[in-house]
């Protein structure tokens, strides 16, 4: 069975060695769609999912890193951060390849709103690439609404396109 939580430090290094793992399959799917698709380097995905990525990201910038485990293994994670008093943002959302379509991001995505909706946060936004098809049905079926589409600096340099979703909670 799923259990979802708030992840501790260890659970973090723990997180962090795994995603750090799978992207290095650069056929996989993940790598395709998360790093691929964006032209993200690969020094910065190893930034990005480094332990002191997601323990300064708790730490420094008061995100939330909620875990989805069976038997304590990590099957995916939903990161969010206050936004202001009332609004929170999703700011990222994987679900690992051999839970992908069984309901474990649906139910990770409800137990992190439901968690924000008791921090006192009204509104969490979401952004997803505009060709990321599959993550915007995602959303979209999940009560987001579009607010906006904008092309904004990526980090790593370049242009990325970029849908804004909103949702009550």
Do not use: C
């Not at 992207?23 to 690969?42: C, L």
């Not at 995905?45 to 069976?70: M, P």
């Not at 994987?94 to 946060?121: C, S």
Request: net charge neutral.
């Amino acid at each position: 069975m799923v259990r979802f939580k708030i992840a501790s430090e260890d659970e973090l290094r723990v997180l962090s060695r795994n995603l750090l793992r799978l992207m290095q399959d650069k056929s996989s799917q993940v790598y395709r769609d998360n790093v691929v698709k964006f032209g993200i380097p690969d020094d910065y995905v190893q930034k990005a999912f480094s332990e002191g990525s997601f323990l300064n990201a708790v730490r420094e910038r008061e995100s939330i890193i909620y875990l989805a485990t069976e038997n304590d293994d990590i099957r995916g994670f939903a990161q969010t951060y206050p936004q202001s008093d009332t609004t929170a943002e999703l700011d990222r959302i994987i679900i690992l390849p051999d839970y992908i379509r069984k309901g474990v991001g649906t139910a990770l995505l409800n137990a992190a709103l439901e968690d924000q909706k008791t921090r006192g946060f009204r509104k969490i936004i979401v952004n997803a690439g505009s060709g990321e098809s599959h993550a915007r049905r995602f959303y979209e079926k999940n009560g987001f609404k579009q607010l906006s589409e904008t092309e904004v600096d990526a980090p790593w340099g370049g242009k990325i396109s970029l849908v804004t979703y909103e949702r009550d909670l």
